[in-house]
């Protein structure tokens, strides 16, 4: 029984970092897609997709900013 807590806790703890993960992959991915797919119907070559990248990370670093400020809202 005691292990089965232990594991259910470590996966809860877990859980918000592997979200990260993915957030940041799927957005700077998915962005930089949607910008490369922009440049071929515009012929802007490589500007959407750069910026397409660089909003992706954005998204990814707001995500992670969240995460950390998180358990400091928990504590006060």
């Not at 930089?32 to 515009?42: I, S």
């Not at 959407?48 to 400091?72: C, D, E, K, W």
Request: aromatic share 8%; glycine share 10%; hydrophobic share 45%.
């Amino acid at each position: 029984m005691s292990e089965e807590n232990d594991r259910a806790s470590l996966l809860r703890s877990i859980g918000p970092l592997m979200n990260l993960g993915v957030t940041f992959a799927l957005s700077i991915g998915g962005l930089a897609y949607l910008g490369h797919r922009l440049d071929q119907r515009w012929d802007m070559e490589p500007w959407m997709t750069l910026l397409g990248a660089m909003l992706g990370m954005s998204i990814g670093f707001v995500n992670l900013f969240r995460l950390v400020q998180a358990p400091r809202k928990e504590d006060d």
